[in-house]
């Protein structure tokens, strides 16, 4: 059974920086792509930012330029480093990872259980 466990929410001062972690683990083959997502209090959730497993990345026009999603394949972990933090920026942060359990096995998505961050003065 895979889990994905996201740390390093909490609440931060406008202009500040958050770095999210999301460790998975359990029996593993390979971890594909690799995403963040949010939500916000009555709104959908969306995407904030991926990455393949090449390195290829992806951010939502709202987070360019201050948000960067890294991997530690080593350690099974995925990074979300938040820089210059706006109130808007405020929502539970949920990782997604596309795993594949074994080299015979298609890959399945996994959900994180979400970590609040909260930006306000």
């Known amino acids: 059974q895979v889990q994905l466990v996201e740390s390093g929410g909490g609440l931060v001062q406008p202009g500040g920086s958050l770095r999210l972690s999301c460790v998975a683990s359990g029996s593993m083959f390979r971890i594909n792509e690799v995403a963040w997502y949010r939500q916000a209090p009555g709104k959908q959730r969306e995407l904030v930012a991926s990455r393949t497993s090449s390195g290829s990345t992806n951010y939502a026009d709202s987070v360019k330029g201050r948000f960067t999603i890294s991997r530690d394949n080593a350690k099974n972990t995925v990074f979300l480093q938040m820089n210059s933090l706006k109130p808007e920026d405020t929502a539970v942060y949920y990782c997604?990872?596309?795993?594949?359990?074994?080299?015979?096995?298609?890959?399945?998505?996994?959900w994180g259980q979400g970590t609040q961050v909260t930006v306000s003065s």
């Open positions: 997604y990872a596309r795993i594949q359990g074994s080299p015979m096995q298609s890959e399945w998505g996994y």
